[in-house]
């Protein structure tokens, strides 16, 4: 898959009608709310908790996977698309909790993705 194609599935997915009719409460969520609680139920539970369960260098990659494919189907009512459009930030932020075990710091990069996200869909 070509990046112009990921790019427009991302665009697709996440832009159809969504963000026609936003207020101030849809960014406060959007910006703050989600990243944080998703970054805390994911990162901070569900990968902190694969990490202990498999400590051995061979298995690191089994908490980046796991964790960013559970990310993934926190956004299925939102459909498929929106899974596999959410997937690869998901490896990242998993990535990142993986190397720093700073969940601030995912629910901070998680928020910015949000935020390219609206920019593009505004446009």
């Given at each position: 898959?070509?990046?112009?194609?990921?790019?427009?599935?991302i665009?697709?997915?996440?832009?159809?009608?969504?963000?026609?009719?936003?207020?101030?409460?849809?960014?406060l969520?959007?910006?703050?709310?989600s990243?944080?609680?998703?970054?805390?139920?994911?990162?901070?539970?569900?990968?902190?908790?694969?990490?202990?369960?498999?400590?051995?260098?061979?298995s690191?990659?089994?908490?980046?996977?796991?964790?960013?494919?559970?990310?993934?189907?926190?956004?299925?009512?939102?459909?498929?698309?929106?899974m596999?459009?959410?997937?690869?930030?998901?490896?990242?932020?998993?990535?990142?909790?993986?190397?720093?075990?700073?969940?601030?710091?995912?629910?901070?990069?998680h928020?910015f993705?949000?935020?390219?996200?609206?920019?593009?869909?505004?446009?």
């Open positions: 898959m070509t990046s112009i194609t990921l790019h427009a599935l665009v697709q997915s996440a832009c159809r009608d969504k963000f026609q009719f936003f207020d101030s409460l849809d960014y969520r959007l910006l703050v709310l990243p944080v609680l998703e970054e805390c139920i994911v990162r901070s539970g569900l990968q902190h908790y694969l990490i202990k369960k498999y400590p051995s260098s061979t690191i990659s089994f908490p980046i996977w796991g964790s960013a494919l559970a990310f993934s189907c926190l956004h299925a009512a939102q459909g498929a698309q929106s596999v459009a959410v997937f690869v930030p998901g490896l990242t932020l998993s990535y990142l909790y993986q190397r720093t075990r700073k969940v601030w710091l995912c629910a901070l990069l928020s993705f949000n935020a390219v996200l609206l920019v593009v869909c505004k446009l």
